[in-house]
Each structure stands twice: as C-alpha cells, then as structure tokens.
C-alpha cells in the first residue's frame, strides 16, 4: 500500500526566498507524480506532472524533480511571493488497487 | 474545453437523510476520484472508478456507496448522514493514455453541511 509523506508540515518564510518542499513515497512503482496546490476553501489546482520516466518538470517558478528509485520528488519554488502562500500536496498515482495516494500537504506562508 | 465539474456546490441536510453529489470528468477521462476533506484535515481518500468498475475504496463505512455510468460521470452516495459527514467532497478525473497517466484535474467540490 502506498504512502506518501511530505515534510515540513507547515514553512513560513520571508517574501523573495528560494524554497523546497520535499515529497516521499513508499512504492517506486509509480505512473507519475503530482504536484498541486490547494487555497483555504477551495479545490486542488494541478501545478506538475512528472511521468515515472522523467526526471524533472518546470513551469515558471517551480521545478518539480523526481527520483524513483530513492521514492522522493521536490518542489523547488524561486524567488517566492505573498500569492504563493497555500498548501502544497503531491500525488503518486500508483499500479493496481492504490490509485491515487495523496501526502497531509505543506501549509506555505510566505511573509511580505 | 470543460473542467471537472461537480453538482450541487453547496448542499444542507439534515442528520438521517441521503445525499448524493455528482461528479462530471473531463470528456476522455475514464478515471473518478472521490476525497472528504474535513476542516482543517487532509484529503482523505473514498472511492476510486475507472471504467464503470470500482477499483479501490478507502476506510469508510458502506453507508458511503457510489457509482460510475456508462458515460464516465460519477455519484457519491452518502446515506444516514452523520454530522462529522459535514466536510468539502472533492472528485478527481484521469486516464491512461495506453503509454501515460494524464495529469489529474480536481472539481472545486461540493461542501456539505449536515445540521
């Protein structure tokens, strides 16, 4: 059974800084690995998809890195501001009965 | 091209009743996640469909039941609703592409209030 764990828990930090969240997971045996990010409220919107045979995605800021075989993705956020602030959860969609496996998230605040 | 889309967005019942929240995926995905999000809690995982076919549940009692039709759209059924049932319901959609999983796309929920 897939588990996946996301530390920190919560990160508060000054506006402007370079920042990593860090994701693992239990069953290398993935499809591909999520990043999304959830305001107070509201539903997930998906930030990036890694397939099982990439190693990293960028859009903008973010840059989300893969590696199977040690069960870990990061996502690194540069130069960040207020509107960043959310929380940040990663999915590994797995094989057979697991689905779709969510972490608890990383609550980010970024100060202004 | 539409997103997922899920019905009603807010929804009031009252402890004993059923409540039934429905979820559209977007056209081609053959695959609907159901998740409780409880205030202040993570997404906890229910159902899982993909081809009309239940493929996993999460710890949940039977009175949480769902199905999908032939047209990939999804139901939640929650009956004798309890009021720690009061929590934003999210459903998610992909599908496999035959080579890869495409990236999975949320709805904005369905918050139900039980009183």
């Known amino acids: 059974k897939q588990e996946v764990t996301q530390i920190p828990a919560a990160l508060s930090v000054p506006e402007g800084e370079n920042l990593v969240l860090n994701c693992s997971f239990t069953?290398?045996?993935?499809?591909?690995l999520q990043w999304f990010r959830q305001d107070p409220g509201k539903g997930l919107t998906s930030l990036l998809l890694?397939?099982?045979?990439?190693r990293e995605q960028t859009s903008g800021r973010l840059n989300a890195s893969l590696d199977k075989s040690s069960g870990r993705s990061t996502l690194y956020i540069a130069a960040s501001q207020p509107g960043d602030s959310a929380t940040y959860l990663c999915?590994?969609?797995?094989?057979?009965?697991?689905?779709?496996?969510f972490g608890k998230g990383t609550h980010l605040i970024i100060q202004p | 091209e539409a997103g997922v889309t899920q019905s009603p967005t807010h929804l009031i019942k009252t402890r004993g009743q059923q409540a039934t929240l429905r979820c559209s995926p977007i056209?081609?995905?053959?695959?609907v996640y159901w998740y409780q999000q409880a205030l202040g809690l993570g997404l906890q995982f229910l159902l899982w469909?993909?081809?009309?076919?239940?493929?996993n549940r999460g710890n949940f009692p039977p009175r949480f039941s769902g199905r999908q039709f032939p047209n990939y759209s999804s139901e939640l059924n929650v009956n004798a609703l309890e009021l720690e049932d009061s929590a934003l319901y999210l459903c998610?959609?992909?599908?496999?592409?035959?080579?890869?999983?495409?990236?999975?796309?949320f709805g904005q929920g369905t918050r139900l209030t039980v009183v």
């Open positions: 469909y993909d081809e009309g076919e239940e493929r």
């Open positions: 999915a590994a969609l797995g094989g057979g009965a697991d689905g779709l496996t």
């Open positions: 998610a959609s992909s599908s496999f592409t035959g080579t890869e999983n495409t990236e999975a796309f």
């Open positions: 056209s081609g995905h053959t695959s």
């Open positions: 069953d290398s045996a993935i499809y591909n």
């Open positions: 890694i397939q099982s045979s990439q």
